[in-house]
């Protein structure tokens, strides 16, 4: 089984503040996937990312990075440069085998004008 | 565009009451999932399904049900509404077999029980 945490509940930036989300996994799977999915205010979720448990690269999308390190359980995810519109609640969820993917409480991110 | 909906999109009900949370998709996707999202707890899994007439039940299943007649529709049944299960919940979708596909969501159903 795994488990999610997001330690940080809220976070609150100014806009152009780089910002990072924290989130760290248990899994006693050696092959498992991570996603990122972001939920805006208006509710719907958004798949953003997803990584493979064999490949520990950064990722990088526009403003948008993810630092996956194994050797800590985590994979966190930086936005550059925070614009309003990144405003949101973001969750981290590991997936192995056809299993559900398992949610973290999420990180409700307010990028202040 | 395959899609996956949610019927109805709000829903006011009494304790007590059975009440049905629909789920569509159209994108022939073999797993289906509900999942309830309340302030504080994130996504949790209510009931999910790998096929027709396969179904499991996640982490918050009690007082919940689904069945699975064909690989479009998972219907959430609420036996007997309670205030606890005041919710907003989502459905998704996912193709099957592997850990690399991503889950869809429908748009969610803000359910208040009176």
């Known amino acids: 089984a795994q488990k999610v945490t997001q330690a940080q509940t809220e976070i609150s930036v100014v806009e152009k503040e780089d910002v990072t989300l924290d989130c760290v996994y248990e899994t006693r799977d050696t092959t498992y996937y991570l996603f990122w999915y972001k939920q805006p205010p208006s509710g719907e979720l958004v798949f953003l990312i997803r990584?493979?448990?064999?490949?520990?690269q950064n990722e990088i999308s526009g403003r948008y990075s993810w630092n996956f390190q194994k050797s800590t359980s985590s994979f966190n995810f930086t936005i550059t440069a925070s614009q309003v519109v990144d405003s949101a609640v973001y969750f981290c969820?590991?997936?192995?085998?056809?299993?559900?993917?398992?949610f973290g409480k999420g990180t409700r991110l307010s990028v202040i004008a | 565009d395959a899609e996956i909906t949610q019927s109805p999109r709000h829903k006011i009900t009494e304790t007590g009451r059975q009440v049905t949370l629909a789920c569509h998709q159209t994108w022939n996707h073999n797993n289906m999932f509900w999942y309830r999202q309340d302030l504080g707890h994130g996504l949790r899994l209510i009931h999910y399904s790998y096929g027709v007439q396969d179904t499991n039940k996640g982490e918050v299943s009690d007082g919940y049900s689904v069945s699975r007649s064909n690989t479009e529709d998972l219907p959430l049944t609420l036996e007997s509404a309670a205030s606890s299960q005041t919710s907003v919940y989502f459905c998704a979708s996912s193709v099957g077999g592997s850990s690399y596909n991503e889950q869809f969501f429908g748009p969610g159903t803000r359910l208040t029980v009176l």
């Open positions: 990584r493979n448990s064999f490949d520990e």
């Open positions: 969820a590991p997936r192995s085998g056809n299993t559900p993917l398992v």
